[in-house]
């Protein structure tokens, strides 16, 4: 009789603090690589010419969800100028125009630009929602920042770049650094808990 209680908190347990799985994540500048408990974060530098950031490039399927209500808005912002150069001025829109609000969990990217507010789940929904409405194809990315050496959950954006592949960007920075997590794309249905104090985390960053 005692050991069916004993197995419900068992299994409760494991549903409030699931084991993590961290995927094997490499593209043309950035490597995640888990080994036993050491976690490999790589970020490689200039390897791709003309991007508007130091960014990192996954190959993989082109894919364009256009919304057609952001298309004539994204295409004012962005008129003019080079590939790179329509992201750069999409990105640095929304950075400027978008105040940060961590407590906000809207993701519907309509909203957010009603609002002019919005957490990073905010800020990645509008900036792949602008970039997709001009036919730059672009996705979110879901995983976890590197805060004061605490994982945090965090999403960004990929978007691909003719013949070179997926880069990877983050619409509230200006830079990517070796401290992103990549757990999967378009969110996660729930977010795996884990420590870094259980890893050890090599961050590099190679020419």
């Known amino acids: 009789m005692l050991l069916k209680p004993f197995l419900i908190s068992i299994l409760k347990i494991a549903l409030i603090f699931p084991r993590i799985s961290i995927p094997y994540f490499e593209n043309l500048n950035y ?9 490999y974060l790589t970020l490689r530098i200039g390897v791709v010419k003309d991007m508007p950031y130091r960014v990192a490039v996954r190959r993989n399927v082109i894919e364009v969800n256009s919304d057609r209500r952001f298309y004539r808005f994204a295409s004012r912002i962005a008129d003019g100028g080079t590939y790179v150069e329509r992201i750069e001025k999409i990105l640095l829109w929304v950075r400027k125009n978008i105040k940060y609000d961590g407590n906000d969990r809207e993701d519907d990217p309509f909203r957010v630009l009603r609002s002019r507010r919005g957490s ?29 050496g605490k994982p945090v959950p965090h999403r960004w954006i990929e978007v691909y770049f003719p013949g070179q592949g997926w880069v990877f960007l983050d619409p509230q920075r200006d830079m990517v650094s070796p401290d992103y997590i990549f757990m999967g794309y378009n969110g996660l249905s729930a977010w795996p808990v884990f420590s870094l104090k259980t890893l050890e985390v090599k961050r590099e960053v190679r020419n």
């Open 120 to 148: 990073c789940i905010g800020f990645s929904a509008l900036s792949s929602a602008l970039l997709n409405s001009i036919k730059i194809p672009t996705k979110v990315a879901t995983g976890y920042i590197i805060k004061e």
């Open 31 to 39: 490597t995640q690589r888990l080994d036993g408990q050491r976690l």
